[in-house]
């Protein structure tokens, strides 16, 4: 992907304000999106998978991978939110390979995507897929009546709903999705339930049967004791119960049926509190699995506690061996799954991944702090690797367990970095693996391979898509971000400057082949020729060389360029520039920058030639005015941001006015792209972009302007 894509804002004099105010909001609105930092500043997508060993509870991330029972939503690690299997594409059809959130192929989308996740219901046939974008909008698409009522979201296709009324985007720490309910937990710490199932899942205290009311409206969580539920830092839970952990350590839980680790289960309409499990430290992550029957109201729900030593705890209904005791016992109380009957207790847990968004099939996988997966439950269609049962209609009950190196296509049960735990499936993601490892049921694209068949994949197969999540990367992977993009064939023009950079970002850059078309220096790849062009990047032991190639091709310009100038006279700024030919030329667009690397429009000329064509010189002017308010705007947003606002004198005042609201601009467009970027060095950089009839374009080099 282009990591720095052409952005085109036109800053005008009614833009002044907009700017004005850009400078006054705090860093955590308007930083930079990435694969690492959310917009809320309370999430860390790093705190992930085995990478969170030694990490804590507040900013952990649960959902970088998530799967329901056929489809599957992860974080890469460009930031993008990328979806594949049932009722993944925007008109409610099946994503056979995986597929970006984004407006491209997701026609009336609007803001940046934040969080997705996805819930399945009804022995599978059904899956609904949730989204939220950075301009407080909620969206759905899938089956209906899955995750949410019909009467909140009537259609399959993709389309938007509310979020709760007074929480904003950016304050939503964690979106769980499980079949029936969403639940919000904001970063200020309240929980927020959006629910068709009981009305004891919304959690303030609702009872009676469910209603229109009760289907389509946002419940905020309230205390047994009293009070709004607070201080909440994840919300996890299954299709019949919530479970939360609190900034102190405490657990919470509400729903149908629920588990106080004491008595036995009931239905509890408020969050009460939950006997700790008795582990020493903190705890580091909770979940939830269990089974849903709504046509008679009946639930089952298992607890898990996972403490940041490794010791893992579970409690609640036994029924299919979930909670790993090595019995069918249903346990009020919390007991440690073990490796063997009457053996050690796993107290070495890097990592817990229960099947939490289907409404059935319990079972529970781990990831050990020596990397290697364990799991436990009910086995159907081989989802567990253990050989017990490949039938995708029933179930079979089987005690902790790893599965055999004869389950594995290739290479054996070791080195797992991450785990997703589906409906009908087992994902893992594996060192040094380039594809992700896919086991169970493949249907309705649900492997991502491209492919729509019926079957199921009874051993781990990495025959399926690259895949390079957030925080829990396999193996090394080169990053561009061009100055002048790839064309639309994703080939690059002679002249292209690319800015490499890799994850991890401790390694080292060589070109390895066509020395003679390009050089390298630094992470800087200056494209001079046409050809073929390969760079390595090693980081040490990770995996070995990563290499990538890159294809150069002349352009054949529609304008040559004559000098380019750029001034500063009293308040304009004057941009000049001369072309000596032009062929079908439409028109240019004036672009200004902060840093000399990342441009926007401001403002555009047309073309002087008859027709875009001609062979003689012509000349060109372009003049913008900086009104005198501005500078008075951009004084106190200075000022606010510690008492810059005089510091410039009067000569240096407009070019001072511009470069400060070119690197707001640039910022706040860097956000919505996802980038982080350099500093002003104090100048403004200029260049004139050429335009021709079919949109196609062309730069002129760069200037620097200058006071008269």
């Keep these: 992907m282009q990591i720095f894509p052409q952005i085109k804002l036109r800053i005008q004099a009614r833009c002044s304000i907009l700017w004005f105010l850009l400078l006054l909001l705090p860093a955590s609105f308007i930083r930079a ?4 930092t959310g917009t809320g500043g309370c999430q860390d997508y790093s705190n992930f998978g085995v990478n969170s060993v030694g990490r804590h509870a507040a900013d952990l991330e649960y959902d970088n991978f998530t799967s329901s029972l056929h489809t599957t939503i992860v974080r890469d690690i460009d930031g993008n939110l990328v979806i594949w299997g049932q009722a993944g594409l925007s008109n409610g059809g099946n994503a056979l390979i995986p597929t970006v959130i984004n407006q491209t192929n997701f026609p009336g989308l609007t803001g940046i995507p934040l969080k997705a996740a996805t819930g ?12 939220l974008t950075d301009d407080n909008k909620l969206w759905a698409w899938g089956n209906t009546n899955t995750v949410l009522s019909s009467d909140v979201k009537p259609t399959a296709a993709f389309g938007s709903f509310n979020l709760p009324a007074g929480v904003a985007a950016a304050n939503v720490k964690m979106m769980f999705v499980t079949s029936n309910t969403i639940a919000l937990t904001a970063c200020d710490g309240y929980v927020y339930v959006l629910t068709r199932a009981d009305q004891a899942v919304r959690g303030d205290g609702s009872t009676g049967p469910v209603t229109l009311a009760s289907r389509t409206t946002w419940a905020k969580v309230q205390k047994s004791t009293g009070g709004d539920l607070t201080g909440v830092v994840a919300t996890r839970g299954c299709s019949a119960a919530l479970f939360a952990l609190d900034k102190d350590g405490n657990l919470w839980t509400w729903g149908l049926t629920t588990w106080d680790g004491i008595a036995a289960a009931a239905t509890r309409n408020q969050a009460t509190p939950v006997t700790l499990p008795g582990g020493s430290g903190a705890i580091k992550m909770i979940g939830m699995t269990g089974t849903y029957n709504n046509d008679v109201n009946i639930a089952k729900a298992s607890y898990y506690v996972l403490y940041e030593n490794g010791s893992l705890y579970a409690m609640g209904h036994n029924n299919s061996r979930q909670l790993g005791d090595w019995t069918a016992t249903n346990r009020p109380a919390w007991i440690q799954p073990l490796y063997a009957a009457g053996g ?9 991944s229960p099947n939490e968004h289907d409404y059935q099939l319990p079972f529970t996988s781990v990831i050990t702090t020596g990397n290697k997966l364990y799991n ?24 902790p367990g790893a ?3 004869t389950f594995f296509e290739t290479g054996d049960n070791a080195d797992i970095i991450a785990v997703e735990t589906g409906g009908h499936t087992t994902m893992i993601l594996r060192k040094c693996e380039t594809n992700f490892g896919y086991l169970g049921h493949k ?11 019926n079957g199921t994949e009874l051993k781990f197969t990495f025959a399926t898509k690259p895949m390079q999540v957030c925080g829990a990367q396999t193996l090394p992977v080169i990053q561009t971000a061009p100055s002048a993009p790839a064309n639309n064939d994703g080939n690059y023009y002679i002249g292209t400057e690319i800015q490499l950079s890799g994850q991890p970002s401790n390694g080292s850059f060589t070109l390895t082949g066509g020395a003679g078309i390009a050089t390298l220096a630094g992470n800087k790849l200056m494209l001079k020729d046409a050809g073929t062009v390969t760079v390595a990047y090693d980081v040490g032991d990770l995996c070995g060389t990563v290499t990538k190639t890159f294809t150069v091709i002349s352009q054949s310009l529609p304008v040559t360029f004559g000098p380019v100038s750029a001034v500063f006279k009293n308040n304009d700024l004057v941009v000049t520039w001369t072309t000596e030919t032009e062929t079908d030329n439409d028109h240019f667009n004036i672009e200004a920058s ?6 926007i429009n401001i403002g555009s000329v047309q073309s002087l030639s008859p027709g875009g064509n001609s062979k003689e010189a012509l000349h060109y002017q372009f003049r913008k005015t900086v009104p005198a308010n501005i500078g008075l705007a951009l004084g106190i947003g200075l000022l606010a941001l510690g008492g810059l606002g005089g510091v410039v004198n009067r000569k240096r005042r407009v070019p001072f006015i511009l470069i400060m609201l070119l690197g707001s601009a640039i910022f706040y467009a860097g956000c919505v792209k996802k980038e982080t970027l350099p500093s002003a060095d104090g100048k403004l950089y200029i260049r004139v972009v050429q335009v021709d009839k079919d949109g196609t374009s062309s730069c002129s080099k760069v200037v620097a302007a200058v006071n008269r």
Excluded: K, Y
């Design 376 to 399: 436990w439950g009910l086995e159907s269609g081989s989802d567990m690797g253990r050989g017990a049962n490949s039938n995708t209609s029933t179930g079979v009950a089987v005690d």
């Design 403 to 405: 599965p055999a190196q």
């Design 443 to 453: 249907v309705f694209g649900s492997m991502g391979d491209g492919t729509a068949e």
């Design 120 to 131: 399945s219901w009804n022995s599978g046939i059904n899956a609904q897929n949730i989204l």
């Design 33 to 36: 999106q990435s694969c690492f």
């Design 344 to 352: 050690a207790a796993m107290n070495d847990i890097a990592w817990v």
């Design 594 to 599: 902060a840093d000399g690397a990342h441009f």
